[in-house]
Structures are given as structure tokens and as C-alpha cells.
């Protein structure tokens, strides 16, 4: 692989070993599902408040008009303080921030910040509309202090423009600074709400300012939120799994980001690192495919990343203590920034996608699908059986890996498409007539009659999808042949 190596020392390191790191180079931005889903959070928020505003904006702006005539009956001291307060404090912060992007010449988050505010102010006005105000007005302020007595301060368009900002440079920032500054534009739009006459203007301009912001991190990118291999280093190292090198790898991965390593007694490691990028992937992916007519049998996302990752670890160790043959879990670890680190014992050998079809033996394809049996008859569901899953050692002996999107106590549902999923990219491989007889052979023919139904182009992968494209028929083939043998086995029991 062309990438140089990066020597890496202890005195910036929590191994007390010199680890060499071998990684591709790092792009400076990147475009992050992130990004997309939350560009598509707040295009769904804006939609919903355009929708609201036009289908119901009299009874909400009524309901409105009777929170604020409560509000006014609060002491007017308290509510001046309040939104002069919170008006003023927040210019500190954001001038506080400005100051501090130039004197750390931070050009780059300074460009996105008024892109961002542009844009905002773009979209803001896009929805004007929804601005539609009654009679009544806010409540009153009843001390003169400039702007920050105004009833119309911010401006709509100035909200639009400070949640656009934001928004655009929150990749940038730490977690504290995010939640300063969402909390800031709350204050803001609160205090404009409760002083300018009722309008849903000040809640239309932050959702428009965030999903300027958003859209334009999706188009322009933003920076990298992967942890470097030095940081994967300290975090196994952490957990007491220190390794002498780690290198990037390259092979067919989704949804991870691998390594391959060697810890300092010599002990090979396959490593998976999974960041909110993956988490946030995983969450796009299953969004898209909840909306498919289609029943594909998802279970709702976890409710974090650390969910996501132990749920892994869980279904690999079960398997493993089952009998499944499956890499044994070495650590589990916490990486900065946001990430999670699970390390395998790795195995010398190829998946099966990249052994010649000649090699592909009666004995190793049968012995597959003895393992797939095996994981039916605990209902555990792989939910990614193509050949890339599959790996064949040095020593002739087959094994599962990759668990990230198995289910324990599967339904019949994921049972069937795990086998149709085999069938199909096994037959892509051997062809139609193998892949029956060795399935055929340790699972039965009542059990593979149980795959037609999920022999269907929507219920694969897409990178079997793909593979079907040259080979058409193929599933028409899988169907037949699975039809007929369940046929022979009928008549030959009524015989």
C-alpha cells in the first residue's frame, strides 16, 4: 500500500511501547453522514413549521397569544432582566468567540461562519411567509438600554444568520461551545418571541438558519471526526492490549473503519473503529430503508454508538461460545474523539470473495453452510452473509465475521434473508446448481423453501445487487431449484 509510515512515541502517547502507525492520508474536510442527517432532521423540522404555519397558523398563533398575556402577568422586572439579561450575555459570547477565531487564526471556521450566516439569511427569507403576525403585542421592556431593549431585537434575519453560523461551525467547535451557543440562540429567539408581536417568525428563522447551515456543511464538508490511528493505539493500550503496529487495511468494510495490528508479544489484531460517522450512517440507512414498502425486518437503532458497539461484542462472543467459528474478542475501547474500538484476534487466510472459484472445495462449501445451520438453530441472524463475511484460513478452516448488524433471537424473517442472501452470493460464485445442493445438503429442503420469498432483488445486499447484474436469472435459477427439490422431498415422503 502506498502510505508511509508514522513512527510513534511515547511522550505523546499512553503506551509506554513505540507504536508505527501505518494509515492513509487524512483529507482536511470530508463530508460526513453527520452532516446529512442532520440536514435532513432540520429540512424535516422546516417542512413541518411551513406546513403548520399555512394549515394551522391561526389556532397556533392563538394558543401563542394566551402564553404570552400569561408572561405579562409576571412582574415586569423580572421579565426586563430576564430578556436583557439574556440578550447581552449572549452578544459577550459571540463576541467573545469572534475575537477568539482571529486571534487563533482560524480562518477557515471564520469563512464557514459567514457563509453560514449568508445562507441563513438566504433561506430565512425563503419563508417569510410564515412570519404572520395578530393584533396583540409581546410583552413590554421598561428600561432603554439601544438594542437590547428593542422588541424586534434580533431581527428575524439576524436569528436566521446566528443559527446558520452556528450551525456551519459546529464541527469545529467542542461539545461545550455547541451547547453554549444553541443555548444562547434559545435565549434569543425566547426573548424575541415574548417581546415582538406573536408571530412563529422567531421559530421559522432558527430552523431556517440550521438548515442553511447544515446544507451548506454537506456541500462544502467538514473536518474530520475519525480518530487517528495514535488515538486507537492509546485506547486498546488503555484496556491492556498494547501493540507494537498498526496499519490501516484495505479490504472490504462498511460501516467501520479497520486496522491490522500486532500487539508487542506478537499477537495478530484485526481492529474495527466505528465513530458517530458510522453511528449516523447506520441511522440514514435504516431511515431509508423504514420507509421502503417493503418489510426488511429492521430493528430500531440503538440508542447510542456505545449501544451499537457491545451489541456487536455481545452477538461474537455468544456465537463464538456456541460453537460458531468466529474470531475471538480482545477489547473493547473508548476513542477520542467519540469513537469506539473493538479489537479481534485476526486470522491468516482470504475472505471468501477473493478465493479463486477452484479453491471453493465440496467440503468448505458444505462446511459453511453447516455453520449457518448452526447459527439457525440458536436464531441468530448475521443479516450480511456475503462470501466478503465469510473467511477461508491458512489451514483450510472457514469462518464468520463481521456480527455489526446481527440480531440475537432472530425473526423468521432475518433466518430467510440470511439464507437467500448465502444462496445468491455463493451462486454468483459456483453457480445456481452448487449453491442448492450444498444448502440443500446441511440445512435441508423444507428449511431453504423458507428462502424463496426473500430471493427478491430488495431483500439482498447491495453488493450482491451489484454482482447480479451480470448474471441475469440468477434468482430465477436459486427459486426453481429450491422449488423442485422441495417437490422431490414431498414426493418422495408420500412414496
Not at 469545529?172 to 434569543?188: D, F, K, N, V
Not at 484476534?345 to 462446511?367: A, C, Q
Request: aromatic letters at 6%; one cysteine or more.
Amino acid at each position: 500500500m502506498p502510505w508511509e509510515a508514522e513512527p510513534v512515541g511515547s511522550e505523546e502517547s499512553s503506551t509506554t511501547e513505540i507504536v508505527e502507525i501505518v494509515e492513509a492520508p487524512r483529507p482536511s474536510v470530508e463530508r460526513s453522514p453527520a452532516d446529512v442527517l442532520r440536514l435532513v432532521v432540520a429540512l424535516g423540522v422546516t417542512i413541518l413549521l411551513a406546513l403548520i404555519g399555512k394549515l394551522f397558523g391561526n389556532a397556533v398563533l392563538g394558543f401563542l397569544g394566551d402564553l404570552v398575556s400569561g408572561v405579562q402577568q409576571l412582574p415586569s422586572w423580572l421579565v426586563t432582566g430576564v430578556v436583557i439579561g439574556t440578550r447581552a450575555l449572549t452578544a459577550v459570547v459571540l463576541v467573545a468567540g469572534f475575537v477568539a477565531v482571529l486571534w487563533q487564526h482560524r480562518f477557515r471556521l471564520l469563512a464557514m461562519g459567514v457563509l453560514g450566516g449568508g445562507a441563513g439569511a438566504l433561506v430565512a427569507w425563503g419563508f417569510a411567509s410564515l412570519g404572520v403576525e395578530r393584533a396583540n403585542s409581546g410583552v413590554a421592556v421598561y428600561e432603554s438600554v439601544g438594542l437590547l431593549s428593542n422588541q424586534r431585537f434580533p431581527s428575524s434575519a439576524g436569528l436566521a444568520i446566528t443559527a446558520g453560523a452556528v450551525t456551519a461551525c459546529a464541527p469545529w467547535l467542542s461539545r461545550r461551545w455547541r451547547r453554549l451557543a444553541w443555548t444562547m440562540i434559545i435565549g434569543l429567539a425566547v426573548t424575541r418571541f415574548v417581546t415582538s408581536p406573536v408571530s412563529l417568525d422567531s421559530v421559522a428563522a432558527v430552523a431556517a438558519g440550521w438548515l442553511a447551515g447544515a446544507a451548506l456543511l454537506v456541500v462544502v464538508g467538514g473536518p474530520l471526526r475519525r480518530p487517528e490511528g495514535r488515538a486507537v493505539a492509546d485506547g486498546l493500550a488503555d484496556v491492556g492490549l498494547a501493540l507494537a503496529r498498526l496499519a490501516q487495511a484495505d479490504v472490504d468494510a462498511r460501516g467501520s473503519t479497520p486496522y491490522f495490528g500486532t500487539t508487542t508479544d506478537g499477537l495478530g489484531v484485526f481492529v474495527k473503529v466505528l465513530g458517530v460517522d458510522q453511528r449516523d450512517a447506520d441511522v440514514l440507512f435504516r431511515l431509508y430503508r423504514r420507509v421502503q414498502p417493503r418489510d426488511l425486518g429492521d430493528e430500531k437503532a440503538f440508542s447510542s454508538l456505545r449501544r451499537t458497539v457491545e451489541h456487536e461484542a455481545l452477538v461474537s462472543l455468544t456465537a463464538r461460545s456456541l460453537g460458531v467459528p468466529t474470531p475471538r474478542v480482545l477489547a473493547f475501547a473508548t476513542v477520542e474523539p467519540n469513537a469506539f474500538v473493538l479489537a479481534y484476534e485476526s486470522i491468516e487466510g482470504r475472505s471468501l470473495d477473493r478465493v479463486p472459484v477452484d479453491e471453493l472445495t465440496d467440503s468448505i462449501v458444505v462446511g459453511l453452510w453447516q455453520q449457518v445451520a448452526m447459527l439457525r438453530q440458536h436464531r441468530i441472524a448475521h443479516r450480511d452473509l456475503r462470501l466478503a463475511n465469510l473467511f477461508l484460513g491458512d489451514d483450510g478452516s472457514v469462518m464468520l465475521i463481521d456480527f455489526g448488524f446481527s440480531e440475537l433471537a432472530a425473526s423468521d424473517l432475518l433466518l430467510a434473508t440470511d439464507l437467500a442472501e448465502l444462496l445468491t452470493s455463493l451462486a454468483l460464485a459456483v453457480g445456481p446448481e452448487r449453491s442448492v445442493e450444498s444448502a440443500l445438503a446441511a440445512i435441508g429442503s423444507e428449511a431453504l423453501a423458507t428462502a424463496i420469498s426473500r430471493l427478491k432483488p430488495f431483500a439482498l445486499s447491495g453488493a450482491t445487487r451489484s454482482g447480479l447484474k451480470d448474471h441475469a436469472g440468477v434468482l430465477t435459477d436459486l427459486r426453481a431449484r429450491i422449488e423442485a427439490a422441495r417437490s422431490a422431498s414431498g414426493a418422495g415422503g408420500r412414496a
